[in-house]
């Protein structure tokens, strides 16, 4: 880490409208299909970067979370396109269900992760990855096994978050690939602090997005990202079953081979629903300050902004944030795949 206290960037709460940005475009992907062929079928428009021992990593959630991805979404897609890979995961830094490696192996199985190989990477140990260009770190320590891998599918429960305001892929990667002891650490508290959550809202989105740019920096053009747009409560699957209460409604799916596309594309999607159906998450986003993930992902070439959307469900036509969700109804509804109804039941 590097002694010197860096500048922390601004305008976390301030969201740019497309036709406010600038640069190059990157295409992502769009299905209204959530169901294990949806994923499928989005999957392959973005896996063929994917080679040798692949790590699918995914959020499997605290015990009995109800808005955790659906397990046979996954099941069948690993069973049918990559019967090799592994979930990678690490511990929290948090004392929860998964705070030691015991315990998560526990909590795999109580949330049905029992159909593949789960690797807590930091079960053993961590490794470090170097951060190029950043100004918060010189290295994130990640899972020890984490570079094992030669691919990795970064596959994404899109929703709200309680100190990061959104949880993407960036958030996925970023905390979810560093280590449960110090490089958590590293990205949620300040050094000689007591309190362990004493960096929020801007520096805190710099350094978990210097966390993410180690991982997809290492595996260089051998990752992509799918987000699934469904059960969007503004609370992180961390939160298990004490969730908020889901209000936004169910989209779809996204994926890309640009992370800051991908994340945009769904920020935008959420600020394009009708009848103000975004509003809690978008208040949830701005309120956190998260929209720094977004630009400080920019400033550090991590990806592009603006970017073509393609509509798998109509010919591949090119459409617009606006167009994806003009006839989403509000409000939201359970459907099949929610194996712990939690506070959502009613």
Known sequence: MKIQYPVVGTNGNKYIPYEERTGAESVVFFTRDLSEKGLQKIYDKVSGVLTGKTAVKLHTGEAEGPNILPRPWVKELLET???????????????????????????????????????????????????????????????????????????????????????????????????????????HTRVGSDNMWSIAEEEFMERMTESTKATIDHFASHVCFINTMRNMSVDCDCAGAEAEPVTTPDIGI???????????????????????????????????????????????????????????????????????????????????????WGRNEH
Request: charge should be negative; charged fraction near 25%.
């Open 81 to 187: 396109r990559l019967p090799e890979a592994a979930i990678v995961e690490t511990n929290t830094y948090y004392e929860g269900s998964r705070y030691t490696t015991e315990a998560h192996r526990e909590t795999l199985k109580v949330n049905g992760w029992t159909f593949c190989p789960v690797d807590i990477t930091d079960s053993t140990g961590v490794a470090a990855l170097l951060v190029k260009g950043g100004k918060w770190f010189e290295e994130m320590h990640v899972g020890k096994t984490l570079p094992d891998y030669d691919s990795l599918l970064v596959l994404t429960h899109f929703k709200g978050h309680t100190m990061g305001g959104f949880g993407g892929s960036n958030k996925n990667i970023g905390i979810g690939c560093a280590d449960g002891r110090i490089g958590k650490k590293e990205i």
């Open 254 to 340: 996204l994926a890309s081979l640009d992370i800051l596309a991908v994340d945009n594309a769904c920020i935008d999607l959420i600020y394009n629903l009708p009848d103000g159906g975004g509003k809690h998450l978008i208040e949830r986003v701005e309120t956190r300050h998260g929209l720094r993930q977004l630009s400080y992902m920019k400033e550090l070439g991590m990806g592009n902004d603006r970017y073509t959307l393609i509509d798998l469900d109509n010919g591949e036509a090119v459409i617009t944030a606006a167009e994806a969700v003009k006839d989403v109804a509000p409000g939201w509804k359970p459907d099949r795949y929610n194996t712990f």
